[in-house]
């Protein structure tokens, strides 16, 4: 079964930087999208990015349009998302995300997320 495991959270000043990434494990021969949530005390869970299985295609919420990067290392199975110019609001519990998608799919932040990690919390302040 698909686990996931993210790492990489912490405090950081606004406007700041840091890098979280997501270790994945038993993908055995299938091919899967990856996304980040992020969810806010008292707020719902909120898609940030999500990358396709190919690492050809790639959202990201508006509130995070460039300032955010996802990208895919495949052969070590792991996904990051730099984060950049870090705002307060930014603060959050940050969860990586899979579901299986075909290898030509385009990813999306609307879709189902089957598999979930536990979450790796980043702190914005100063």
């Known amino acids: 079964q698909l686990q996931l495991v993210e790492s990489g959270g912490g405090l950081v000043q606004p406007g700041g930087s840091l890098r979280v990434s997501c270790a994945a494990s038993?993908?055995?021969?299938?091919?899967?999208?990856i996304g980040w949530f992020r969810q806010a005390p008292g707020k719902e869970r909120e898609g940030v990015s999500c990358?396709?299985?190919?690492?050809?295609?790639?959202n990201y919420a508006d509130s995070v349009k460039g300032r955010f990067t996802i990208s895919r290392d495949n052969a070590n199975n792991t996904v990051y998302l730099q984060m950049n110019s870090l705002k307060p609001e930014d603060t959050a519990v940050y969860y990586c995300?899979?579901?299986?998608?075909?290898?030509?799919?385009?990813?999306?932040?609307?879709?189902?997320?089957?598999?979930w990690g536990q979450g790796t919390q980043v702190t914005v302040s100063s």
């Open positions: 995300v899979a579901t299986r998608s075909p290898l030509f799919s385009l990813c999306r932040l609307t879709g189902t997320w089957i598999y």
């Open positions: 038993g993908f055995q021969k299938d091919y899967y999208a």
């Open positions: 990358i396709s299985s190919s690492g050809s295609s790639t």
